[in-house]
């Protein structure tokens, strides 16, 4: 049995795993948004950075990438990479992708997907929403062992352009990072 995989954050421009086949789409009534913590990868625990999640919000789009993974040694070694990479997500889904070819009839069928729950017990990192201004600068000071989160900010800036995709959460919040930067 196939398995696919939708990244909407870093899994965008690196998933990390083998795969066979990539494939540009979107997920609906989901939005992305940079509300989840990160004390991991691009930030620390006295100073998490923030990553995306998505938050359920119907009529919304949510444009990324899923990836195909047909043979079962590929699977095997992407869920267990997974399951580190993604271990402040708690919890998956799910979803169906759909393209601009199949923009109502879904291309893929239950494609797995990490989110980050609202719920605190479970997610001790969810962040919730801040003023714009207050996520640019946590963004632009966090780093991680990972690197910066502002770097994380900027690849996925240039991954969605790559595929054609403006996201104004991100794009606001790029140039939010910018214009802290050059008040510095």
């Known amino acids: 049995m196939v398995m696919w995989v939708f990244g909407y954050g870093s899994l965008v421009w690196n998933p990390g795993f083998a795969y066979d086949a990539r494939l540009v789409g979107f997920v609906r009534d989901y939005r992305r948004v940079f509300y989840q913590g990160?004390?991991?990868?691009?930030?620390t625990p006295e100073f998490p950075g923030r990553?995306?999640?998505?938050?359920?919000?119907?009529g919304s789009t949510c444009w990324g990438v899923a990836y195909k993974?047909?043979?079962?040694?590929d699977k095997q070694t992407a869920l267990e990479y997974l399951e580190v990479r993604e271990k402040q997500y708690d919890e998956?889904?799910?979803?169906d992708l759909y393209t601009d070819s199949s923009p109502k009839i879904p291309e893929v069928q239950d494609?797995?997907?990490?989110?980050?729950t609202t719920n605190k017990e479970a997610n001790q990192n969810y962040l919730?929403?801040?003023?714009?201004?207050?996520?640019?600068?946590?963004?632009?000071?966090a780093e991680g062992p990972t690197g910066p989160n502002k770097e994380y900010l900027f690849k996925l800036e240039d991954a969605l352009n790559k595929i054609?995709?403006?996201d104004q959460h991100v794009q606001d919040l790029a140039n939010a990072v910018r214009k802290y930067a050059d008040s510095l």
């Open 128 to 141: 919730g929403p801040a003023p714009l201004e207050e996520m640019a600068k946590q963004i632009y000071l």
């Open 164 to 166: 054609g995709v403006v």
């Open 111 to 116: 494609m797995m997907v990490y989110l980050a």
């Open 38 to 43: 990160s004390t991991d990868h691009r930030g």
């Open 51 to 58: 990553t995306v999640t998505l938050e359920h919000q119907p």
């Open 92 to 95: 998956k889904v799910y979803l």
């Open 69 to 73: 993974i047909s043979r079962e040694q």
